[in-house]
């Protein structure tokens, strides 16, 4: 897979200072993404910029609450 296609307006992405992290969600695989679930089923402005992209547990009550 390519690069997020959220990459330009993602908070983690903008701002990550773990190479590894970044190439693992943002470069390679963003459907692992909890930032990726979140924009995609819900909209841009319900990502919370502290997410992280691992937290899928937080990104799940995200996506039930809307």
Do not use: H
Request: negative net charge.
């Amino acid at each position: 897979m390519d690069q997020c296609e959220f990459l330009d307006i993602c908070y983690f992405a903008k701002n990550v200072k773990d190479n590894e992290q970044k190439e693992a969600y943002c470069d390679s695989n963003s459907l692992r993404c909890a930032r990726f679930m979140i924009y995609k089923g819900v909209g841009e402005d319900k990502v919370p910029n502290d997410l992280q992209p691992n937290e899928k547990m937080k990104a799940y009550e995200i996506l039930a609450e809307n």
